[in-house]
């Protein structure tokens, strides 16, 4: 396949747990276009279309590698002394955040320099990650703190210690910074944070059985929740703060990205590894693909 023909792609990389690969998925077409060999146990992942790089946190390989966009292969592995499970990459990207889950601390990477790292101790089982749109503001989802932890980039000191639901996991921002999502998996619930007044509580909307990841739609009025033990997503409508439809998927969804060029979502299914295409207008599955063995794609993981 040609480098022109690539660049009009959009392309969705999964990782691939148990059989320690990501899929590559041309979204458009709907189908597997690449199997690329990585770490052991992938879970996380964050990508980067201005530096044409994918990057795969390795759980128990105890590194994260680094995929070429255009080549479609491994060009670099960063050793990572710890677990690392959730990545993000600031708007800017010059700086690689990534959570060591059994260490409680969060590595600051430089994407310039891999070897330039510094680290803060955050809460307990971090997990999910995001940035703020202005790249001062690093939020962590600290599972068994039940907080999200707001952290200075600059200087990596910790700013706000934000109380939410029970166990959160997968956290979002809205596309203009102004609310946090919080995915609580102990309590089948969103927390939703108004940035702009952190004092006031958030607000809760319950979801499905054992939510584990969100995403809120560009237009900032939907967010959709994967919920991994009614094997379902939830559609939330944010002016009235309820679920508006559910939608079954394959077994135990996990990760979820939007393609918003084709209108599409795409949730990997650990428990059928699969990833399943839903019309995003529809609001119904379109498609199924198979991928590798246990999907999670904990992450942005849409190259567009």
């Known amino acids: ?142 599972r068994d703190s039940n907080q999200v932890v707001a952290i200075d980039t600059s200087s990596l000191s910790i700013q706000k210690r934000i109380d939410v639901g029970k166990h959160p996991f997968g956290i979002a921002l809205s596309h203009d910074g102004k609310q946090l999502f919080s995915v609580n998996v102990y309590d089948n619930t969103v927390s939703v944070v108004e940035l702009t007044n952190t004092d006031q509580p958030p607000y809760t909307i319950k979801v499905g059985e054992h939510p584990y990841c969100v995403i809120a739609n560009p237009e900032n009025t939907q967010l959709y929740v994967t919920n991994t033990q009614d094997d379902s997503v939830s559609v939330i409508d944010l002016a009235t703060r309820k679920v508006i439809t559910t939608m079954n998927v394959g077994m135990t969804p996990e990760g979820l990205s939007l393609d918003t060029e084709n209108n599409l979502l795409l949730v990997a299914n650990w428990g059928t590894n699969s990833v399943s295409v839903i019309d995003v207008a529809q609001k119904k599955v379109i498609s199924t693909i198979k991928t590798g063995d246990k999907s999670r794609a904990f992450g942005q993981f849409i190259l567009q």
Do not use: F
Not at 41 to 55: D, E, H, N, T, W
């Open 1 to 142: 396949m040609s480098l022109s023909a690539c660049q009009h792609q959009t392309l969705a990389y999964i990782t691939n747990q148990g059989d320690h690969t990501v899929s590559v998925i041309d979204t458009r077409q709907q189908k597997i276009m690449h199997t690329i060999a990585v770490g052991k146990a992938p879970v996380g992942i964050a990508v980067s279309k201005k530096l044409q790089r994918v990057y795969v946190t390795n759980v128990e390989g105890a590194s994260i590698s680094v995929i070429d966009s255009t080549q479609q292969k491994v060009i670099q592995t960063i050793p990572v002394k710890g677990s690392p499970v959730g990545i993000t990459l600031s708007p800017d990207n010059q700086t690689l955040y990534v959570a060591d889950w059994y260490s409680d601390r969060i590595l600051a990477i430089s994407t310039s320099n891999v070897n330039s790292q510094r680290a803060v101790i955050a809460g307990k089982a971090p997990a999910g990650l995001v940035v703020s749109p202005d790249n001062q503001t690093l939020y962590v989802a600290a």
